[in-house]
């Protein structure tokens, strides 16, 4: 018969006839390195290895300068991720980018790892668990953020280690297992806010075990050491709010800014739109082009009976929370928090894989095992398959832009990091066509920081300048300093937005080489 679990205390035989893995055993082990290894890999091996544009791009300079400080906020300066990357730029022989980027992959890899272990422990089948980690491993976002510059992978595996650590104490009735649950949970918001959205949950099932201590072995001193550990694991963030504060800033500042940063309207926003549901749906379908997105809502319900009670109504919670979080969420980039989702996703895939090959006869479980696992490993060419015929049609480029260097379809589509030069070109164009002592403009600020790194890499001079200049109309003060260069015989650069539609500069000339213009002065 199907495995089914209970939260009473069971004894070691009970447990290993439920299918739930000892932590000490040999089992378990193996499972979580075989995943990580295998995920470490694929996502070492295709990563970015240097400069990156955008958010990864700032966060990148700001680890190499040793700047913890964000122009948008405290929101937006993730001490955790700031301090990891920020260690292996300065331990790592390797390119600083890459050496950077490792750590995203490092977090990515052990989330996977956790999860391939908390299904293993729920006597879920090796091949719906792999199905199933496998499909969020290729997960276009989940594999974007894992190969680029990315504080959010850090978010997955703190998550996914509380998932293990609140299902060991389910077990075990071993208090320890929570005080060390809210610390990785503090440890989790001191690398980003993402994770608050799964304290209240835990606060309300750590109360009921409360009131409930004399089942659950819960005693009553973990009132105070529960809090405790968990602000000690917000240890990171509190000393920059602290730091904050010591400048000059009122409390409520200080707090406003640790929560919203300068987004306060966006991550309060209540609206959810039409569009916003679809974009949604759309972003699911093309991380899961597999058979794993049915199996979702099936998992969903066949949870019920796999999972110990109050784990699977803590998932569905959390699901449910981040899922409402992410879908009202109004900003630009709004595809990239849905890999919380997935996370979900994957697990309740994995369930759901499990129930359809129960009720399927022997010869058809094998078929659809075979299908599932073919499905999941063509994923990859899905995306590359997308971006060839999108842009071969020329369809979405508006989305896709025309920036400098970069195939927009390639950027957008497929989610690795390797291979993708249009950074590097654009580098290597504007060092060979500026001067020791030029100035480079930058017409958007988010692609000015590959070149910042290149500066302090030592590749470019520092007598550089690297000034970011956005559209027109433009101040006085910043034509005249322009022309103040050009007369002093400098090279000034400009990179537009759109590498066919420079903006115009009153007064001067644009000499295009590339996808970058020479500026000058008129004849």
């Not at 992978?153 to 009735?173: D, G, K, N, P, Q």
């Not at 060092?431 to 958007?444: I, R, S």
């Amino acid at each position: 018969m199907m495995a089914t679990a209970t939260d009473m205390p069971i004894d070691r035989d009970e447990r290993a006839k439920d299918g739930l893995i000892t932590s000490t055993s040999f089992g378990n082990v193996r499972v979580w390195l075989i995943t990580f290894l295998i995920a470490f890999a694929l996502y070492a091996l295709t990563g970015n290895k240097g400069p990156q544009w955008q958010d990864s791009g700032e966060q990148q300079i700001r680890m190499m300068e040793g700047r913890i400080e964000h122009m948008h906020g405290i929101a937006l300066m993730h001490p955790v991720h700031f301090y990891l990357g920020r260690w292996a730029y300065l331990l790592l022989p390797l390119e600083a980018g890459f050496a950077i980027t490792l750590v995203s992959a490092l977090a990515a890899a052990v989330a996977l790892a956790n999860l391939a272990v908390l299904l293993a422990w729920y006597n879920i089948s090796a091949v719906a668990r792999y199905c199933a980690v496998g499909g969020l491993m290729l997960a276009h976002t989940f594999f974007e953020h894992a190969t680029h510059t990315e504080s959010y992978m850090l978010v997955a595996a703190t998550l996914t280690c509380e998932w293990l650590m609140l299902a060991v104490f389910l077990r075990s009735r071993r208090w320890h297992w929570l005080i060390l649950l809210f610390f990785v949970n503090g440890l989790g918001i001191a690398n980003h806010m993402l994770a608050t959205l799964a304290t209240p949950v835990y606060a309300v099932v750590s109360a009921y075990f409360l009131l409930r201590r004399d089942e659950y072995k819960v005693p009553l001193g973990s009132i105070v050491v529960i809090p405790l550990a968990w602000f000690v694991g917000l240890a990171p963030l509190l000393m920059v709010m602290y730091d904050d504060y010591q400048q000059g800033h009122d409390l409520i500042a200080t707090l406003q800014s640790t929560a919203f940063g300068t987004y306060a309207n966006d991550v309060v926003n209540t609206r959810v739109s039409l569009k916003g549901v679809g974009l949604a749906l759309g972003f699911c379908g093309y991380n899961f082009p597999n058979i794993l997105l049915p199996l979702v809502p099936v998992g969903l319900i066949a949870g019920r009976r796999r999972l110990t009670r109050l784990l699977y109504v803590c998932l569905l919670t959390q699901a449910a929370i981040y899922g409402l979080f992410v879908i009202r969420y109004s900003i630009v980039d709004q595809y990239s928090y849905f890999f919380v989702v997935y996370i979900f996703f994957a697990v309740f895939a994995a369930l759901g894989f499990d129930a359809v090959r129960w009720w399927l006869r022997p010869k058809r479980a094998l078929w659809f095992a075979w299908l599932a696992a073919i499905s999941v490993a063509l994923t990859p060419l899905i995306y590359m398959a997308t971006a060839a015929t999108l842009e071969a049609r020329g369809m979405l480029r508006g989305m896709v832009g025309n920036k400098p260097y970069r195939n927009g379809y390639q950027a957008f589509f497929v989610p690795w990091g390797v291979g993708d030069s249009h950074v590097d070109q654009l580098n290597n164009a504007i060092m060979h066509a500026v001067d020791e002592d030029g100035a480079v403009l930058f017409v958007e600020r988010m692609t000015s920081f590959a070149l910042h790194y290149q500066q302090i890499q030592g590749r470019l001079s520092s007598d550089v300048s690297i000034d970011v200049i956005g559209e027109g109309p433009y101040a006085i003060e910043m034509l005249a300093d322009i022309k103040a260069k050009l007369n002093e015989g400098r090279t000034v650069v400009l990179v537009p937005r759109d590498r066919d539609h420079p903006p115009a500069l009153p007064g001067f000339e644009l000499a295009r080489t590339g996808d970058i213009y020479l500026v000058r002065l008129p004849r």
